[in-house]
């Protein structure tokens, strides 16, 4: 997707998930979750509303997404990200997509 004038990439909500469990723990590696702040403040990486709501509940990654997370990093699923996602994603992640 180009955002701008740069093309960034839009992280589903696995991405946060499998990081979160299993590689890169706040704890472990607060440096990841520093980089996607960075890569995101860049323009280089969003994901969508319909993520933060897959990321809601009362681990440490819901609390993150509540209070660390910037807002701008979930925008709304317009149907220009959408189409922008689904022109790349496999064809079983694009008929979920809508």
Not at 5 to 15: H, M, S, Y
Not at 18 to 38: I, K, S, V
Not at 45 to 71: F, M, N, Y
Request: aromatic residues 10%; proline residues 3%.
């Amino acid at each position: 997707m180009t955002v701008g004038a740069t093309k960034a990439f839009v992280l589903d909500a696995n991405v946060f998930i499998e990081a979160h469990r299993r590689y890169y723990g706040f704890d472990l590696c607060p440096g990841f979750w520093a980089c996607l702040d960075h890569h995101h403040a860049g323009a280089r990486l969003l994901s969508i509303d319909r993520v933060r709501g897959e990321l809601q509940g009362g681990d440490a990654l819901a609390q993150w997404v509540k209070h660390t997370a910037p807002d701008s990093l979930f925008q709304q699923a317009s149907v220009s990200v959408l189409r922008a996602c689904m022109g790349r994603g496999a064809p079983r992640a694009r008929r979920q997509m809508v």
